[in-house]
C-alpha cells in the first residue's frame, strides 16, 4: 500500500520552462489537493479536487493549473515557471472533507532558476 | 488574514521534558484541528486531532487541549524524546459540504536535546 506518491521528487527549471507535477493515491480517496511549502510560511493551498473531473482554485493558484482525469491521479501544471514558484510540493488525499485525516506525499523540490 | 496562528516558531527542550506548541484560531467555524509532525525531507503525517465537543485528546505522549472559548489549541509533548525533533503544523477546517481547506500554522521547529 503505497499512499500518496509524488513524481518526480527533485526537478530544477530554467525560468519560462513548463513541467507536471504528478500525484498518485491508491487509497480510493475523493478529495485531493496541492500545497506548496515555503519556509516560514507553512503549508498554502494552491488547488484542490473534491472528485474525478472537479478541480477549484485554493489559497495561492496563480500560475499553476491542475487537472483530475482520474480518481487516483491529481496533475500539477507550470505553464511557464518563475523563480518565484521555487518551492517544495506537497500533494495530499483524503477520504472525508475538509482534509479529515489527509495523507500526504513525500513532496517535490522545485527549484526555478 | 492569518487564520491561525501557532508559537513558538522554534523550541528546544531537554529529553524528558514537555514540549508545549500553541495555536489560536478566528474562525469560529473550524471544526476539526488537527496537529500534523514533519521530518526533513518527509511528507507532514498526521499526529492527533481533535473535534471541538471535547477538551482534550491524548494518544500515547501527546496530548492536545481544546479551549473552544478562547479559540485556542495546543500540543503537549510528554517525556519529549530525541526523536520527536521534528516541524510541528497545527491547522483547522471546517468539515461540512462545501468547505475543503486545512489552514495550516506556519510551524514550530522543535530540538530535543540528551
Known amino acids: 500500500n503505497a499512499g500518496v506518491t509524488q513524481t518526480p521528487k527533485f526537478r530544477v527549471l530554467k525560468t519560462g520552462q513548463s513541467m507536471t507535477l504528478l500525484c498518485a493515491q491508491d487509497?480510493?480517496?475523493?478529495?485531493m489537493y496541492w500545497y506548496r511549502q515555503d519556509p516560514g510560511m507553512g503549508l498554502r493551498l494552491i488547488h484542490y479536487?473534491?472528485?474525478?473531473?472537479?478541480?477549484a482554485k485554493g489559497e495561492v493558484p496563480d500560475g499553476y493549473n491542475v487537472s483530475r482525469l482520474k480518481k487516483q491521479n491529481f496533475l500539477l501544471g507550470l505553464e511557464s515557471a518563475a523563480p518565484s514558484q521555487t518551492s517544495v510540493y506537497f500533494c495530499a488525499s483524503s477520504y472525508f472533507s475538509g482534509g479529515t485525516e489527509a495523507f500526504f506525499g513525500q513532496g517535490t523540490r522545485l527549484t526555478v532558476v | 488574514q492569518q487564520q491561525v496562528k501557532q508559537s513558538p516558531q522554534s523550541l528546544i527542550v531537554q529529553k524528558g521534558g514537555i514540549s508545549i506548541i500553541n495555536c489560536a484560531y478566528e474562525n469560529t467555524a473550524f471544526d476539526y484541528f488537527p496537529w500534523y509532525q514533519q521530518f526533513p525531507g518527509k511528507g507532514p503525517a498526521l499526529l492527533i486531532a481533535?473535534?471541538?465537543?471535547?477538551s482534550e485528546k491524548k494518544e500515547g505522549r501527546f496530548t492536545i487541549s481544546f479551549n473552544k472559548s478562547a479559540k485556542q489549541f495546543s500540543l503537549h509533548i510528554m517525556d519529549s524524546q530525541p526523536g520527536d525533533s521534528a516541524t510541528y503544523f497545527c491547522a483547522a477546517s471546517v468539515t461540512g459540504a462545501g468547505s475543503y481547506q486545512l489552514t495550516f500554522g506556519k510551524g514550530t521547529k522543535l530540538s530535543v536535546i540528551p
Open positions: 487509497m480510493n480517496h475523493e478529495y
Open positions: 481533535i473535534r471541538p465537543d471535547v
Open positions: 479536487s473534491v472528485g474525478e473531473g472537479t478541480t
